[in-house]
């Protein structure tokens, strides 16, 4: 429903931060990631949201990234794991670093974020095999939107996304989409 807010930043109180959208005041928990690299006060912030409703509240999340906000969405799709804790593990640890805990299967990185037990450590190993690890992993590293088109079509092509992210770390900078695909398959083919 909400999925962006634009507007200046007037407070910060870890984890929620408030954000006047031209004239409403917006609040909204933050993982400590975003939470560090968010302006000084009174200066102008964008964030990705999330909004959750429950029958006792309404709650917006919101995140720098797009790859924050789609690892949520995968926390909180996850049986017992609800957006706080979502929110931990955000804080707790980088996109990056729980797509190679995930790639890994290690859960003793992930037993180290507070309120993360090794059971549920396990369980969210368990649930985000081949839905986090590559693919958030791989757009996570995705430098500009023709590197993310070229992946993209190879992924559709049948290549898996550990396979498309390493041709596409092969190819030259600012190579277009059309020729880079061309070269990506070429390097898949040897």
Partial sequence: M??????????????QVLIDCHGVGYEVDVPMSTFYNLPALGEKLALLTHFVVREDAQILYGFATAQERSAFRQLIKI?????????GVLSGMSVADIA????????????????????????LLLELKGKFGPDLGATASVASDAQADILQALV?????????????????DGVGVGEGIKLALKALAR
């Fill in 2 to 15: 909400i999925g962006k807010l634009s507007g200046i930043l007037l407070e910060k109180n870890p984890p």
């Fill in 79 to 87: 049986s017992g794991v609800g957006p706080r804790m979502a929110l």
């Fill in 100 to 123: 190679q805990a995930v790639t890994a299967q290690d859960a003793g990185r992930l037993v180290k974020i507070p309120g993360i037990g090794k059971k549920t450590a396990e369980r």
């Fill in 156 to 172: 559709a092509l049948g290549y898996s996304d550990k396979e498309a992210a390493l041709a596409l770390k092969a190819l030259p």
